[in-house]
């Protein structure tokens, strides 16, 4: 028997009890960033991952680690450099000179959250070793396979500086991050909060747990049951297809679109706005859920023309005229 939109409404609000406490216990120590913070939380719901650009300083690394410990849960964090190794992140076997056996070393990324920092200082094979085990949850070493813990969610950070000696991440694996986050400085209410807070030697404040892995668990499973309206439903597809075909949708932007999105940016549109939905208390989606996640999922997946760059449109440019342009049911 099908549930009443009322019923599912009631499980989102049963199982979504814990997202304000949760929010409230954070920003005991992380001041602003709700955006990032609401962001982690709809890639944790919806079982994808994030890619965060922003200079240096923005409590980046900060906020990761304390909704680990505001969820119980295991944090790992890796400083990409260019002399970097795929066994410095899936792990390695040790040769055991008593019995002459090896014996299984797993690396960092077995945690449940991990921040990849700088991912694009590494080069393309350490890369390509953390989005293996991102895409597949699961990484092999030696002739054995072993499962990434569940949930796991990847924070993969990229400085908009200092772009010498970095290995930019190619289209086809940036496309494996559900959100691309941009992360701007704090205002001046907020830095002067942080100063207040900050400017001290002690460490930050403790954060109380309030969920744990199997809370986040239970939570994926009621956001998969909230309700997409059919309609709601064709204004994601016509959104995504407006970036590969501007001219059906009286868009005149074909000039400057290369690439447009994925198949994959359809999918991680309708489950992050489940995941948005969710995040609200509601267990149905909206047009407005779709807008209000729809840059973040489709920033990165969105490859501008040199034209474009010529006459400084940015993906962000894009995308905002086209969310501007197709018609909301």
Known sequence: MERTIEQINDEVRAASAWVEPLQREIGRVIVGQKGLVDRLLVALIGNGHVLLEGVPGLAKTLTLK????????????????????????VGTLVYNPRDGSF???????????????????????VQSALLEGMQERQVTIGDQT??????FLVLATQNPIEQEGTYPLPEAQVDRFMLKVVVDYPSKAEERQVLDRMATSAPPPQVQPVLDPADVLRARRVADSIYVDEKVRDYVVDVVLATRDPAAYRLDLGPFIRYGASPRATISLAVAAKAWAFLQGRGYVTPQDVKSIGMDVLRHRVVVTYEAEAENMRSEDVVARIFDAVPVP
């Open 66 to 89: 304390t909704l680990a410990q505001a969820a119980k849960a295991q944090f790992r964090r890796l400083q990409f450099t260019p002399d970097m190794l795929p066994a410095d992140i």
């Open 103 to 125: 014996v299984t070393k797993q690396g960092p990324i077995f945690a449940n959250l991990v921040l990849a920092d700088e991912i694009n200082r590494a080069p393309a094979k």
């Open 146 to 151: 072993f499962p990434l813990p569940d949930p």
